[in-house]
């Protein structure tokens, strides 16, 4: 077949992104490879620019005004489309090109819309379907069509790759001479070459789709198992009106998916973690939870051509054969569960960023995910806090009580209801329930102190940050406070602060000193690691902050104290800041951590050892 060039392809047709395909996801990368082959190509070179795949459609009631043009939908070369189109736009508004208005007019008509001669209707040349929420966005900040309204000014992720493209070609095209940007206009329209292709009914979607791999990102699984999907539908015996019933639905499946997935521009959530994680529930993996790769096999396996001859797990059973319900069962709960599994990575509730927090893994996402599907909210506020408080004793030395993947397990019982809330609930107090051995968490935390090389003592423990965030919750209900200081939000923006610094400077001479008086020179090196990284010498502070204050005085810190948070404020209302003053707000901190495990029970003895506090210590402090 013979390539045509961006005149031959526009001539006599009218694009459509369907509502199902993935959004504009070309970043600087892609653009800058698209920039530099233009610049490249000669001026009467031709560059062949890959296949474009389409799909016939008929116009919509409002479009058939529109004669002598076809529509179509692109199955596959929208990116490379939408990327040139947003080109072509931002060259016609800044380049003369050496026509008259009439002639630039009509390149506009004949690459970006049409409109009636009343001016009331326009056709846009190159557009999403009207149900994808990104197609407002393309007309009205892209194409700057100011009519049209937008229902929703937030940006998603292929929103914000949509301006980045446009930003982009508006930064080079300005510092190009009109000169130039003919040229470029030149080589965009008449050097490109397409290769176009009309996907007839009986041509295999699946293979075509699968085997597609130009110049844009790789697919992912899940866009690829969209098109086994639809493939598969031609193979059912069925009434041709009950197989474009479930196309419709697989459709509006992925664009359903598409669109949770993507909400978030900052934070893009990765198709193929949330496919796993929700095969993690429909299928039981040989581990806890699915890995990606392993979850391509799978689901592969599920939707083949003969799928019976693989297993469905470890069970006895083998997969189901392809049917209508199999495939509509399947894509109903894979799109239900991706508003949820955007609300878990999202959520406004206190408890589930603490969880996350303490066990970010598939497995607790996983396990989450089943709750939420299958949950009242207010039955989960039952349960969510007795599950933190695990999580919490899990990372505490000696006081493990599960191995965190068989939630995974639980996971599935739930989505599948062969266990309820209650149920689990019941084996989440069984674990709280669990007695304490006080003397192995003391040893354990002791041996936090004799690392050598890194973090040393409760410096070192793992969820030091996670514990300093819930003391500050104790401290602002302490304060009868009602507003946060720092909240878990800003918990990736703050570091942990030693206040009596790490290295000795003059002004903490004779704080070092007082402390060290009495150890003989054998155990001088632990305990300068005691009085640096125990409990009581630790707080949390914004980064900015921390890298100010450093190694300053104790006057310095305490000035700057008085406006922090309230672990910051708590320690700014002592004096002076010495042994006495380190050890007694350990003292407090353990109580507190106390008041956390149910069944700690710590005896004034075992709280000095847990804090490797001497006899002479306890003698200075009373």
Known sequence: MEAKNLFELFYGKVFRIPDYQRGYAWSDKQLTELWDDLYEIGENSKHYTGTIYLEEISPNENEEWLTGVKFYNIVDGQQRL???????????????????????????????????????????????????????????????????????????LYSKNLSAAKLFFAERLSKMSNEEREILFKKITTALQFDIRTIEKDLDVQAVFETMNNRGKPLTTLEKLKNRLIYLTSKLDCAPEDIKNLREKINQAWGKIYFCLAQNPDCILDEDVFLSAHLSLYRKPKEAVFSEKNAEEKVFQMFCNKP???????????EPTISYEKIESYIIKLSEAAIVWYKIHHSNLLIVKKILLLNG??????????????????????????????????????????????????????????ENLSDIHTKLKHLIDLPVTTQNMINSMNELFYYIKGAKGFHRWGIIKYFLFEYEENLKSRFKEVKDKVSIDDFDSTTIEHIIPQQFWDHWADTINSFTINIDKDNLDITHKVLLNTLGNLTILMHGKNSSLGNKSWL????????????????????????????????????FLKSKVKGLSISDNERDELLFVEDFIIEKIK
């Not at 149900?131 to 937030?154: G, P, Q, S």
């Not at 469905?312 to 083998?318: A, I, P, R, T, Y």
């Not at 893994?361 to 695990?390: G, H």
Request: net charge negative.
């Open 82 to 156: 939408t990327t040139i189109s947003i080109l072509i736009f931002e060259l016609l508004k800044l380049t003369e090109l050496g026509y008259n208005e009439k002639k630039k007019a009509d390149l506009y008509t004949q690459f970006i819309s049409e409109s009636k001669l009343n001016g009331n209707s326009t056709i846009y040349k190159f557009r999403y379907d009207k149900k994808d929420k990104n197609c407002n966005y393309l007309l009205h900040n892209i194409f700057e069509n100011d009519t049209i309204i937008l229902e929703d000014e937030r940006l998603n």
């Open 308 to 318: 019976e001859k693989y297993e469905k797990d470890d069970s006895l059973e083998n």
């Open 361 to 418: 893994a598939k497995e607790m996402k996983v396990f989450l995910l089943a709750l939420f599907l299958n949950t009242e909210e207010s039955e989960l506020e039952k349960i969510l806090p007795v599950l933190e408080n695990i999580l919490f004793r899990n990372r505490i030395p000696s006081l493990w009580v599960i191995d965190e993947r068989t939630f995974a397990s639980w996971a599935r019982d739930v989505y599948w209801n062969e």
């Open 556 to 591: 310095d810190k305490k000035g700057r104290f008085i406006s922090g948070s309230y672990n910051e404020i708590s320690i700014s209302q002592n004096e002076e800041w010495g042994i006495k003053e380190v050890v007694l707000r350990g003292y407090d901190m353990i109580d």
